[in-house]
């Protein structure tokens, strides 16, 4: 499905447009600045655009095929770009991180994105763009920029949520919650969100690093002031990731390390028990044997002191394990 909306910077005004025939005329007016938004679009819908627009064949074949990894490249008339928007699940019970591509295509005055799932970012993105009247004078940067800072403004509230949950997990290391299975399985899982969203922000850095560095005329230095901010808040995004993956890995290795001790507590306990049974199946075997001379065997009190010997040398080995901190 193709939408667009297009922007006379002179006059301050926006106008819908229907169609890529539509979009292309209203291109051809040097005051216009068209935003082109394509939702799950056919091939011959991307090879279509791609033509209208004069847009690599290259870049047309990569904005078709799904699962790109974020990026930037340059042609000689505009730039792709790959983005992610990330939100997490709403399931209580197994959170996850929900992810879509966003493939952009930038140019002088124009701008297409291409997406294959609902992405409300792009509907505040819209509201920005058509409010902030004052900054239209900046073209085509404006636009990218609302966008950009729109989608890495949207991961600190799931960061902070994995965060907070980081928090939780380490304040249960110490508690009978380590013991349970759910608690590994929600520490691998939490990990694996960590690792997942680094694959993502990792890269992004690198696309910011290059729209702020890279000398080209879509880029003014006052646009790139506004780059640079949000390439800022990419790395705190970054940073955090980094940060936490490492305090996961930690709780992880505690947590394998005290479930360890708590193992080798119960193996001693078992072993102490086991030598005080043993001391008294020691004593039970002698007396058993059935030698006829015996010096106990007929002796009248052999019953009783043979039990009160077993129950006073447990009960000495008792108090030792106890003194050792064995049971």
């Given at each position: 499905?193709?939408?667009?909306?297009?922007?006379?910077?002179?006059?301050?005004?926006?106008?819908?447009?229907?169609?890529?025939?539509?979009?292309?005329?209203?291109?051809?007016?040097?005051?216009?600045?068209?935003?082109?938004?394509?939702?799950?679009?056919?091939?011959?819908?991307?090879?279509?655009?791609?033509?209208?627009?004069?847009?690599?064949?290259?870049?047309?074949?990569?904005?078709?095929?799904?699962?790109?990894?974020?990026?930037?490249?340059?042609?000689?008339h505009f730039f792709f770009l790959v983005f992610y928007t990330l939100?997490?699940?709403?399931?209580?019970?197994?959170?996850?991180?929900?992810?879509?591509?966003?493939?952009?295509?930038?140019?002088?005055?124009?701008?297409?994105t291409v997406h294959d799932e609902h992405i409300p970012e792009l509907?505040?993105?819209?509201?920005?763009?058509?409010?902030?009247?004052?900054?239209?004078?900046?073209?085509?940067?404006?636009?990218?920029?609302?966008?950009?800072?729109?989608?890495?403004?949207?991961?600190?509230?799931?960061?902070?949520?994995?965060?907070?949950?980081?928090?939780?997990?380490?304040?249960?290391?110490?508690?009978?919650?380590?013991?349970?299975?759910?608690?590994?399985?929600?520490?691998?899982?939490?990990?694996?969100?960590?690792?997942?969203?680094?694959?993502?922000?990792?890269?992004?850095?690198?696309?910011?690093?290059?729209?702020?560095?890279?000398?080209?005329?879509?880029f003014n230095e006052h646009a790139l002031l506004y780059f640079r901010?949000?390439?800022?808040?990419?790395?705190?995004?970054?940073?955090?990731?980094?940060?936490?993956?490492?305090?996961?890995?930690?709780?992880?290795?505690?947590?394998?390390?005290?479930?360890?001790?708590?193992?080798?507590?119960?193996?001693?306990?078992?072993?102490?028990?086991?030598?005080?049974?043993?001391?008294?199946?020691?004593?039970?075997?002698?007396?058993?044997?059935?030698?006829?001379?015996?010096?106990?065997?007929?002796?009248?009190?052999?019953?009783?002191?043979?039990?009160?010997?077993?129950?006073?040398?447990?009960?000495?080995?008792?108090?030792?394990?106890?003194?050792?901190?064995?049971?």
């Amino acid at each position: 499905m193709l939408t667009a909306l297009r922007c006379n910077a002179q006059e301050h005004c926006f106008q819908r447009v229907t169609s890529l025939d539509e979009a292309r005329e209203a291109l051809a007016q040097q005051e216009t600045v068209l935003w082109l938004d394509l939702f799950q679009p056919s091939q011959e819908e991307l090879r279509r655009v791609g033509a209208a627009f004069h847009l690599h064949p290259l870049a047309v074949e990569d904005a078709g095929h799904k699962h790109q990894r974020p990026k930037i490249e340059e042609y000689e008339h505009f730039f792709f770009l790959v983005f992610y928007t990330l939100r997490a699940t709403a399931a209580p019970d197994s959170p996850g991180l929900q992810v879509c591509e966003l493939d952009l295509f930038l140019g002088e005055r124009f701008l297409i994105t291409v997406h294959d799932e609902h992405i409300p970012e792009l509907e505040e993105v819209e509201q920005r763009w058509t409010r902030n009247v004052h900054q239209l004078e900046g073209g085509v940067v404006v636009l990218l920029y609302s966008l950009l800072d729109t989608i890495v403004d949207q991961y600190f509230p799931v960061l902070d949520a994995m965060v907070e949950q980081a928090e939780t997990l380490e304040d249960q290391l110490f508690s009978g919650a380590l013991r349970q299975r759910s608690f590994t399985q929600e520490l691998l899982a939490l990990k694996k969100r960590f690792l997942k969203l680094r694959r993502i922000v990792g890269p992004e850095r690198d696309v910011l690093n290059v729209l702020t560095n890279r000398d080209n005329p879509l880029f003014n230095e006052h646009a790139l002031l506004y780059f640079r901010d949000v390439y800022d808040h990419i790395m705190r995004v970054a940073d955090t990731v980094d940060l936490y993956r490492d305090q996961l890995s930690s709780t992880m290795d505690a947590n394998l390390s005290i479930v360890s001790n708590d193992l080798n507590k119960t193996m001693r306990t078992l072993t102490a028990a086991s030598i005080i049974l043993m001391v008294d199946a020691l004593l039970a075997g002698i007396w058993g044997m059935n030698f006829e001379h015996m010096p106990e065997l007929h002796w009248i009190y052999g019953y009783p002191a043979a039990l009160a010997a077993m129950g006073g040398i447990s009960l000495l080995l008792l108090w030792i394990f106890r003194r050792l901190h064995w049971l």
